[in-house]
């Protein structure tokens, strides 16, 4: 488990959670130098690809109630709230899933970062906010979730389908930073999931990413089991809204090598051996 994690998860352990107004320990919707989880601009060096594509309806990848019919590879793919009677029936919610250039690795600090376009509402750390779940995979077959932490008990201003959430009181849900602001996370604290250890998935090769909306009335979970709030029902296509190209979509921080830079390591790697034998 990475520091980052245990840190949140110490914290929670002997914070006594306030009443809605109350400030958490996580980042702010536009706060880039938090310790945790800083939001990450759009325009940020640390991003040195971007995911390229969405896979297509029909195969399993995609799928949007009361959202988006279609995919768009220039617009907003919006991921649809389930209603209530969805919810009681226990309809999946609405997800997409993502695909890269070369793909993502477990590299130094975070490793990518998930855009949407929520924007400030609301005192303290408010947010119009729509929430998705985030799911990584090397074989597009087996994902591994983030585990996520959502602790707010009411919103911080209006009510209803347009309110703001305090999203200092949430950790490792996209969504949870305004727009131009990526919500960064960490493929470290994946390392004891069992898909990772039995070896489905590869965390210096992740190739999909999977976002999940969440449709945030309180039926649907944190890790840690508590009630995720966000704006529910919103108005037109609703749920969790993604735009793929470089800048608002999912942008990656550590790169997958590509076989060429593989070898000339390998390369390397034998060269300074041989000299070390040669020296002997």
């Known amino acids: 488990m990475c520091y980052r994690l245990s840190l949140a998860l110490v914290g929670l352990s002997f914070m006594a959670w306030g009443p809605p107004g109350y400030a958490g320990m996580y980042s702010g919707p536009t706060d880039t130098s ?21 896979l297509p309806l029909g195969e399993g990848t995609y799928f ?17 709230d389930l209603d209530a009677t969805q919810i009681a029936n226990g309809d999946s919610p609405g997800y997409l899933t993502v695909t890269f250039p070369t ?24 947010l119009f906010a729509e929430f998705a779940y985030v799911e990584v995979s090397s074989n597009g077959v087996d994902f591994v979730r983030f ?3 959502s ?12 309110a703001g959430y305090d999203v200092s009181n949430v950790y490792n849900l996209a969504g949870k930073h ?22 489905l998935v590869d965390l210096d090769n992740i ?24 704006n529910w029902m919103t108005t037109g296509t609703g749920g969790f809204d993604f735009r793929l190209p470089a800048g608002q979509g999912v942008g990656v921080m550590n790169v997958v090598p590509e076989p060429v830079t593989l070898a000339l390591l390998a390369l390397g790697g034998a060269s300074i051996v041989a000299r070390r034998r040669r020296g002997a």
């Not at 949007?64 to 649809?80: C, D, H, Q």
């Not at 996370?185 to 070896?199: I, P, S």
């Open 103 to 126: 793909g993502i690795r477990d590299g130094a600090g975070h490793d990518f970062a998930v855009f949407e376009n929520g924007f400030t509402y609301g005192s303290p750390n408010g």
């Open 34 to 54: 938090h310790a945790i989880d800083p939001a990450i601009p759009s325009n940020s060096p640390l991003f040195v690809e971007w995911a390229n594509n969405i």
């Open 178 to 199: 305004a727009s131009g602001y990526g919500t960064p996370f960490d493929l470290a604290e994946l390392v004891d999931k069992e898909l990772v250890l039995n070896g």
């Open 147 to 149: 585990d996520s932490i």
């Open 207 to 230: 190739q999909y990413v999977r976002l999940m909306d969440i449709p945030g009335n309180g039926s649907f979970l944190d890790s840690q089991g508590n009630p995720i709030l966000d």
């Open 64 to 80: 949007a109630p009361r959202g988006s019919t279609s995919i768009s590879l220039t617009g907003y793919n919006s991921l649809g």
């Open 151 to 162: 602790t707010n008990t009411a919103p911080v201003a209006g009510s209803g389908a347009f």
